[in-house]
């Protein structure tokens, strides 16, 4: 059993920043790595970024260079950090426990957070 609950989010203006948090519990040693993924109303959900805990991350090409994952694995706890924040940003993020496997993220389909809404004025 693995619990996932995301914060940090909320109303910012554009060119912002925001740092998402997403906190494991649980069974924690299960968990091999953390994606971040949006939605947006309208839109298809979207990896934004992934890490695992040796380090190796993934990112959207789109928003490299904005944002920034991280982890701290003593806290079990991954970090979103991001900048520049634009209107289209604008979404609910979730975290999923999943693997890298061979390069490629695995999202586990069983493991996902609440999400926290992300709003970035104009």
């Known amino acids: 059993q693995v619990q996932l609950v995301e914060s940090g989010g909320g109303l910012v203006q554009a060119g912002g920043s925001l740092r998402l948090s997403c906190a494991a519990s649980?069974?924690?040693?299960?968990?091999?790595?953390i994606g971040w993924y949006r939605q947006a109303p309208g839109k298809q959900r979207e990896l934004v970024a992934a890490?695992?805990?040796?380090?190796?991350?993934n990112y959207a090409d789109s928003l490299k260079g904005r944002f920034t994952i991280s982890r701290d694995n003593a806290e079990n706890t991954v970090y979103l950090q991001m900048n520049s924040l634009k209107p289209e940003d604008t979404a609910v993020y979730h975290c999923?426990?999943?693997?890298?496997?061979?390069?490629?993220?695995?999202?586990?389909?069983?493991?996902w957070g609440q999400g926290t809404q992300v709003t970035v004025s104009s």
């Open positions: 890490i695992s805990r040796a380090g190796t991350t």
């Open positions: 649980g069974t924690t040693f299960a968990i091999n790595g």
């Open positions: 999923n426990a999943g693997a890298f496997f061979s390069g490629t993220w695995y999202p586990s389909p069983n493991y």
